[in-house]
Protein backbone atom coordinates (compact mmCIF):
# COMPACT_ATOMS: atom_id res chain seq x y z
CA UNK A 1 0.00 0.00 0.00
CA UNK A 2 1.77 3.02 -0.78
CA UNK A 3 -0.90 5.48 0.42
CA UNK A 4 -2.48 7.02 -3.00
CA UNK A 5 -5.70 5.92 -2.94
CA UNK A 6 -7.84 6.07 -6.75
CA UNK A 7 -11.70 5.64 -6.85
CA UNK A 8 -13.59 4.02 -8.60
CA UNK A 9 -11.20 1.21 -9.69
CA UNK A 10 -13.02 0.85 -13.02
CA UNK A 11 -15.30 2.56 -14.75
CA UNK A 12 -17.29 2.15 -17.86
CA UNK A 13 -18.81 5.02 -19.58
CA UNK A 14 -20.73 6.16 -23.16
CA UNK A 15 -19.36 8.65 -25.43
CA UNK A 16 -22.01 11.16 -24.01
CA UNK A 17 -21.07 10.41 -20.24
CA UNK A 18 -19.58 12.87 -17.77
CA UNK A 19 -17.67 11.01 -14.90
CA UNK A 20 -14.99 12.00 -12.25
CA UNK A 21 -12.06 10.08 -11.46
CA UNK A 22 -10.76 10.91 -7.81
CA UNK A 23 -7.67 10.38 -6.08
CA UNK A 24 -6.62 10.76 -2.14
CA UNK A 25 -3.22 10.93 -0.41
CA UNK A 26 -2.79 11.29 3.11
CA UNK A 27 1.64 11.63 2.86
CA UNK A 28 1.91 15.27 3.47
CA UNK A 29 2.94 15.50 -0.43
CA UNK A 30 2.77 18.91 -2.09
CA UNK A 31 2.59 17.44 -5.96
CA UNK A 32 0.20 15.37 -7.47
CA UNK A 33 0.17 13.52 -10.87
CA UNK A 34 -1.92 12.15 -13.58
CA UNK A 35 -0.59 9.41 -16.13
CA UNK A 36 -2.28 7.51 -18.95
CA UNK A 37 -1.17 4.17 -19.26
CA UNK A 38 -2.22 2.28 -22.67
CA UNK A 39 -1.27 -1.23 -23.69
CA UNK A 40 2.35 -1.12 -24.97
CA UNK A 41 3.21 2.60 -24.83
CA UNK A 42 5.32 4.47 -22.42
CA UNK A 43 3.40 6.18 -19.41
CA UNK A 44 2.06 9.43 -20.99
CA UNK A 45 1.68 12.61 -18.36
CA UNK A 46 -1.20 14.28 -18.38
CA UNK A 47 -1.19 16.80 -15.58
CA UNK A 48 1.46 17.77 -12.31
CA UNK A 49 0.11 20.20 -9.73
CA UNK A 50 2.49 21.57 -7.28
CA UNK A 51 0.80 23.41 -4.16
CA UNK A 52 -2.26 23.26 -5.83
CA UNK A 53 -1.41 24.86 -8.89
CA UNK A 54 -1.29 23.24 -12.07
CA UNK A 55 2.72 23.35 -13.53
CA UNK A 56 2.13 20.59 -16.20
CA UNK A 57 -0.80 20.53 -18.81
CA UNK A 58 0.93 17.93 -21.46
CA UNK A 59 -1.27 18.42 -24.48
CA UNK A 60 -4.31 17.39 -23.37
CA UNK A 61 -7.57 17.45 -24.61
CA UNK A 62 -10.35 19.63 -22.80
CA UNK A 63 -12.41 16.97 -22.61
CA UNK A 64 -9.96 16.01 -19.68
CA UNK A 65 -10.51 18.26 -17.02
CA UNK A 66 -8.14 18.07 -13.49
CA UNK A 67 -9.28 19.80 -10.17
CA UNK A 68 -7.32 20.06 -7.05
CA UNK A 69 -9.10 21.83 -4.33
CA UNK A 70 -5.88 20.98 -2.07
CA UNK A 71 -2.46 19.55 -1.75
CA UNK A 72 -4.54 15.78 -0.63
CA UNK A 73 -6.90 15.32 -3.84
CA UNK A 74 -6.50 15.68 -7.48
CA UNK A 75 -10.38 15.02 -9.76
CA UNK A 76 -10.04 14.26 -13.41
CA UNK A 77 -13.46 14.92 -14.83
CA UNK A 78 -14.29 13.63 -18.06
CA UNK A 79 -17.14 14.55 -21.14
CA UNK A 80 -17.28 13.40 -24.21
CA UNK A 81 -14.60 11.13 -24.22
CA UNK A 82 -13.65 8.89 -26.91
CA UNK A 83 -13.00 5.33 -27.29
CA UNK A 84 -9.08 5.73 -27.93
CA UNK A 85 -9.40 7.55 -23.92
CA UNK A 86 -10.02 3.78 -22.92
CA UNK A 87 -7.07 2.80 -20.97
CA UNK A 88 -5.74 3.04 -16.93
CA UNK A 89 -5.64 6.09 -15.51
CA UNK A 90 -2.94 6.28 -12.27
CA UNK A 91 -2.62 9.53 -10.08
CA UNK A 92 0.94 9.81 -8.21
CA UNK A 93 2.25 11.86 -5.91
CA UNK A 94 5.39 13.16 -5.08
CA UNK A 95 6.77 15.35 -2.08
CA UNK A 96 8.96 18.11 -4.13
CA UNK A 97 12.01 18.60 -1.99
CA UNK A 98 14.91 17.33 -1.39
CA UNK A 99 15.03 13.71 -1.41
CA UNK A 100 11.41 13.76 -2.96
CA UNK A 101 11.98 12.56 -5.81
CA UNK A 102 10.26 9.55 -5.78
CA UNK A 103 6.77 8.99 -6.75
CA UNK A 104 4.11 7.47 -5.19
CA UNK A 105 1.27 5.64 -7.18
CA UNK A 106 -2.42 4.62 -6.41
CA UNK A 107 -3.64 1.37 -8.14
CA UNK A 108 -5.41 3.49 -11.24
CA UNK A 109 -8.72 3.31 -12.83
CA UNK A 110 -9.22 1.55 -15.55
CA UNK A 111 -11.72 3.29 -17.72
CA UNK A 112 -13.29 1.98 -20.95
CA UNK A 113 -15.50 4.06 -23.45
CA UNK A 114 -18.03 2.52 -25.30
CA UNK B 1 14.79 14.74 -26.28
CA UNK B 2 13.56 12.78 -22.84
CA UNK B 3 12.96 8.92 -23.80
CA UNK B 4 13.96 5.92 -21.81
CA UNK B 5 14.22 2.56 -23.70
CA UNK B 6 13.37 -0.85 -22.39
CA UNK B 7 13.91 -3.11 -25.54
CA UNK B 8 12.41 -6.27 -23.82
CA UNK B 9 8.88 -5.95 -24.16
CA UNK B 10 9.17 -9.65 -22.65
CA UNK B 11 11.55 -11.88 -20.33
CA UNK B 12 11.22 -14.90 -18.39
CA UNK B 13 13.20 -16.76 -15.88
CA UNK B 14 13.05 -19.71 -13.68
CA UNK B 15 12.52 -19.42 -10.24
CA UNK B 16 15.52 -19.21 -7.78
CA UNK B 17 17.84 -17.92 -11.01
CA UNK B 18 18.75 -14.52 -12.18
CA UNK B 19 17.92 -12.13 -14.80
CA UNK B 20 19.09 -9.07 -15.94
CA UNK B 21 16.33 -6.62 -17.36
CA UNK B 22 17.70 -3.54 -19.66
CA UNK B 23 16.86 0.06 -19.97
CA UNK B 24 18.99 2.86 -21.86
CA UNK B 25 17.71 6.57 -21.27
CA UNK B 26 18.65 10.18 -23.03
CA UNK B 27 18.49 13.01 -21.43
CA UNK B 28 20.81 16.47 -22.13
CA UNK B 29 20.74 16.77 -17.85
CA UNK B 30 23.55 16.19 -15.61
CA UNK B 31 21.91 15.72 -12.80
CA UNK B 32 19.15 13.27 -12.59
CA UNK B 33 17.39 10.04 -10.53
CA UNK B 34 16.53 6.86 -12.15
CA UNK B 35 14.70 4.64 -11.01
CA UNK B 36 12.72 0.86 -11.77
CA UNK B 37 9.21 0.43 -10.89
CA UNK B 38 7.06 -2.95 -10.42
CA UNK B 39 3.47 -3.34 -11.58
CA UNK B 40 1.63 -6.54 -10.80
CA UNK B 41 -1.35 -7.71 -11.66
CA UNK B 42 -3.22 -5.38 -9.04
CA UNK B 43 -1.80 -2.32 -11.31
CA UNK B 44 0.09 -0.84 -8.65
CA UNK B 45 3.49 1.00 -9.21
CA UNK B 46 5.61 -0.01 -6.63
CA UNK B 47 9.08 1.12 -6.68
CA UNK B 48 11.97 -1.49 -6.76
CA UNK B 49 14.94 0.50 -6.83
CA UNK B 50 16.33 4.34 -7.73
CA UNK B 51 20.02 5.34 -8.30
CA UNK B 52 20.98 8.91 -8.02
CA UNK B 53 22.96 9.94 -11.41
CA UNK B 54 26.02 11.92 -9.38
CA UNK B 55 26.68 8.40 -7.50
CA UNK B 56 28.82 6.12 -9.32
CA UNK B 57 28.37 3.12 -6.72
CA UNK B 58 25.51 1.02 -8.24
CA UNK B 59 21.96 0.78 -5.99
CA UNK B 60 20.84 -2.15 -4.55
CA UNK B 61 17.65 -3.43 -2.46
CA UNK B 62 18.01 -6.61 -0.99
CA UNK B 63 17.98 -9.14 -4.21
CA UNK B 64 17.53 -6.18 -6.63
CA UNK B 65 20.65 -4.68 -7.92
CA UNK B 66 21.37 -1.95 -10.84
CA UNK B 67 23.98 -1.65 -13.42
CA UNK B 68 24.15 2.29 -13.87
CA UNK B 69 26.45 3.10 -17.16
CA UNK B 70 26.37 6.63 -16.41
CA UNK B 71 28.77 7.08 -20.06
CA UNK B 72 26.68 4.64 -22.19
CA UNK B 73 23.33 6.25 -20.57
CA UNK B 74 22.12 2.27 -19.30
CA UNK B 75 20.92 1.11 -16.16
CA UNK B 76 20.02 -2.27 -16.18
CA UNK B 77 18.20 -4.31 -13.42
CA UNK B 78 19.40 -7.60 -12.26
CA UNK B 79 17.27 -9.75 -10.23
CA UNK B 80 18.80 -12.29 -8.00
CA UNK B 81 17.06 -15.26 -7.17
CA UNK B 82 13.71 -14.47 -8.48
CA UNK B 83 11.08 -15.89 -6.98
CA UNK B 84 7.44 -16.04 -8.04
CA UNK B 85 6.23 -12.74 -6.57
CA UNK B 86 8.88 -11.01 -8.64
CA UNK B 87 6.62 -11.75 -11.83
CA UNK B 88 5.22 -8.66 -13.14
CA UNK B 89 5.63 -5.86 -15.48
CA UNK B 90 9.11 -3.57 -14.83
CA UNK B 91 9.44 0.44 -15.88
CA UNK B 92 12.39 2.25 -16.14
CA UNK B 93 12.38 5.93 -15.22
CA UNK B 94 14.06 8.89 -14.94
CA UNK B 95 13.36 12.56 -13.74
CA UNK B 96 15.66 15.24 -13.97
CA UNK B 97 16.76 16.50 -10.31
CA UNK B 98 14.72 20.06 -11.06
CA UNK B 99 12.22 18.75 -13.41
CA UNK B 100 8.41 17.75 -12.59
CA UNK B 101 8.02 15.46 -15.46
CA UNK B 102 8.98 11.53 -14.68
CA UNK B 103 9.81 9.89 -18.46
CA UNK B 104 8.93 6.16 -18.32
CA UNK B 105 9.64 3.45 -20.94
CA UNK B 106 7.10 0.66 -22.51
CA UNK B 107 7.93 -1.74 -19.75
CA UNK B 108 9.13 -5.63 -19.32
CA UNK B 109 6.65 -8.35 -19.20
CA UNK B 110 8.82 -10.95 -16.67
CA UNK B 111 7.37 -14.24 -16.06
CA UNK B 112 8.69 -16.59 -13.45
CA UNK B 113 8.75 -20.00 -14.13
CA UNK B 114 8.21 -22.42 -10.80
Known amino acids: ETGVTQTPRHLVMGMTNKKSLKCEQH?????MYWYKQSAKKPLELMFV???????ENNSVPSRFSPECPNSSHLFLHLHTLQPEDSALYLC?????????????FGSGTQLSVL | AQTVTQSQPEMSVQEAETVTLSCTYD???????LFWYKQPPSRQMILVIR??????QNATENRFSVNFQKAAKSFSLKISDSQLGDAAMYFCAHVPNTGNQFYFGTGTSLTVIP
Open chain 2, 51 to 56: QEAYKQ
Open chain 2, 27 to 33: TSESDYY
Open chain 1, 92 to 104: ASRYPGQGGEKLF
Open chain 1, 27 to 31: LGHNA
Open chain 1, 49 to 55: YNFKEQT
